[in-house]
């Protein structure tokens, strides 16, 4: 089973997050092109923009990530972290398909953007683990509010795991990223 890190625990001594610059650092390294790097698209997406997903096969898409980002932050000013930064790791011994990654990656963001959250995705294949990273605004687009979803990595955890059990068994092979968390 792929495994979930929710970044922003593991050092919650210090805050990770809480500056502008560190956001545009963890989106630049969400799409650095060395890490990313998987024909026929880069495997990075924003959901929650107009139209609904940025493709990072165009110049600048974690520029535009962080504009959205950032202007979001403007209207609804917060104290603390800005962004959640989840990984979601697969071993040598589950598939190392990078589209089954991206397809799992999309259906992730789309499980916060239906909560109200932005959220940035890459799929890294420059390790010998597949591994995805999401970077989640902190700030709902629905209402301002600060970033809280009740039993948030159980919800991850069970989710995920139905979604790859699916794909492993060979329901979700032929689809092409339809699934969702739910």
């Given at each position: ?24 650092r ?9 890490a990313?790097e998987?024909?026929p698209?880069?495997c990075?997406?924003?959901?929650g923009?107009?139209?609904d997903?940025?493709s990072?096969?165009q ?13 979001q932050?403007e209207?609804?000013?917060?104290q603390?972290s ?13 598939s ?6 991206f397809?799992?990656?999309k ?17 890294h ?5 597949l591994?995805i990273?999401i970077?989640v ?19 991850l ?8 059990q ?7 092979r032929?689809?092409y990223?339809?699934a969702s968390?739910?």
């Open positions: 089973m792929p495994i979930i890190e929710d970044i922003n625990r593991k050092y919650s001594d210090s805050c990770p997050y809480a500056f502008p610059q560190d956001v545009k963890l989106l630049r390294y969400i799409a650095d092109p060395s990313t998987y024909p698209h880069s990075q997406y924003l959901v923009a107009m139209p997903m940025i990072a096969d110049p600048g898409a974690w520029k535009r990530a962080a504009r959205l980002f950032f202007h932050m209207l609804y000013p917060k603390g800005l962004m959640q930064h989840r990984v979601i790791s697969f071993s040598n011994e589950e190392q398909d990078p589209m089954m990654a397809c799992l990656a259906a992730v963001a789309s499980f916060y953007f239906e909560r109200g959250y932005l959220s940035f995705f890459g799929v294949t420059d390790t010998d683990n591994h990273h970077a605004s902190n700030i709902s687009w629905k209402d301002g509010s600060y970033f809280f979803i009740f039993g948030e990595m159980a919800l955890y069970s989710g995920i795991n139905e979604w790859y699916n794909y492993m068994s060979g329901k979700m032929r689809l990223c339809s968390l739910e």
